[in-house]
């Protein structure tokens, strides 16, 4: 009877340790089901870096972007003046942690791509640029049609032979990028038949990136012009996206139609102050530029405007529209 009780006792035992294992297993698995379900409601993270835009920083026009996905894959779009560079660099550090694994650039002008190609070049600076996606037109094209501009162009031909470059890749006109949970679509590469207009800027590359998870998305326009406007209403129905950022810094970029085809609910404007209120120094619409008339068609959207004025901003995707998170993004 001892021998039969003891047996007794330890199948009782290694039933309890069973049961203990199986709802502990149990729990973990509920607990990282609940940490993924989280994770894909999340929605992509955009914080805008104002830099230059600040009238303490130099208070001039800049186009620099970062954004996160659900598992935190690092994208940067264009990246601001060379004086930007360290304001990007903080964020590359404490997002990437010196890794950035999508950059694209909408086009070579100072103002979009001088922080890249500062850092690039600094010798004491360690970073890796896992993939750079690009389309430019040759550098002959530049220095023939685009004289204000050639100096940063050639820097950035210059620039794409750095080693921090792992891959470069020259996009084609839809080609679609996976990365995470996002998907990148090229609808508009830079084209060398435009002679006759505002050159370098019409020389932009135009992307849309999707969260698939949430269906949202944000469409960059670079500093793309009139002659792109007519290229992209050819296919009106890729431009469709929740968020835009604002060609040419929001004054005399795309025509209206190609907004009416956005039909965004943010527009990021990357400018000063100045010039978002189309100030000359002579106060509100003193100015030349087309600000005012492009912040009438916002509202006509009833959509809310995100400006690099206003200091750095991160604004969260989220199934229901967005949010701005309260991140210590310093």
């Known amino acids: 009877m001892k021998k039969v009780g003891k047996i007794l006792v330890f199948y009782i035992i290694v039933i309890i340790l069973i049961t203990i294992i199986f709802f502990y297993v149990k729990n973990e698995d509920i607990e990282t089901n609940s940490d993924s379900a989280k994770n894909i409601e999340e929605g992509m993270r955009i914080t805008l870096v104002a830099g230059v835009a600040l009238p303490e920083n130099g208070d001039r026009n800049s186009n620099s972007y970062l954004i996160r996905s659900k598992n935190d894959k690092l994208i940067v779009v264009d990246g601001g003046e060379i004086e930007d560079a360290d304001f990007l660099l903080n964020y590359i550090m404490k997002y990437g942690n010196g890794k950035v694994d999508y950059w694209y650039i909408t086009h070579p002008h100072a103002d979009h791509v001088g922080a890249l190609c500062e850092l690039l070049g600094r010798e004491n600076c ?37 080693s921090k ?29 435009i002679t006759k207009s505002d050159n370098g800027n019409e020389s932009s590359m135009v992307f849309k990136i999707t969260d698939t998870d949430i269906d949202k998305s944000i469409l960059f326009l670079g500093d793309a012009f009139n002659y792109t406007s007519k290229e992209l209403l050819e296919e009106p129905e890729k431009l469709q996206s929740y968020a835009v950022q604002m060609a040419h810094h929001g004054q005399n970029g795309v025509t209206k139609e190609v907004y009416d085809a956005i039909d965004p ?22 100015g030349k530029w087309k600000s005012i008339i492009v912040r009438e ?34």
């Open 126 to 162: 360690d970073i890796t640029v896992e993939n750079l996606y690009y389309y430019f037109n040759p550098l002959e094209w530049y220095e023939k049609y685009d004289t204000r501009g050639f100096s940063s162009e050639k820097l950035m031909y210059d620039s794409l032979e750095s």
């Open 165 to 193: 470059i792992i891959n470069k890749v020259e996009c084609q006109k839809g080609q679609i990028i996976e990365m995470d949970n996002l998907e990148c679509e090229i609808i508009r590469i830079a084209n060398p038949e």
């Open 265 to 286: 609910k943010i527009c990021f404007f990357n400018a000063p102050k100045w010039l978002y209120d189309n100030d000359n120094g002579k106060g509100y619409n003193s």
């Open 297 to 330: 068609w916002v509202e006509e959207y009833k959509a809310d405007s995100i400006c690099a004025f206003n200091g750095d901003k991160v604004i969260r995707f989220t199934k229901e529209g967005y949010e701005v998170l309260d991140e210590n993004i310093k």
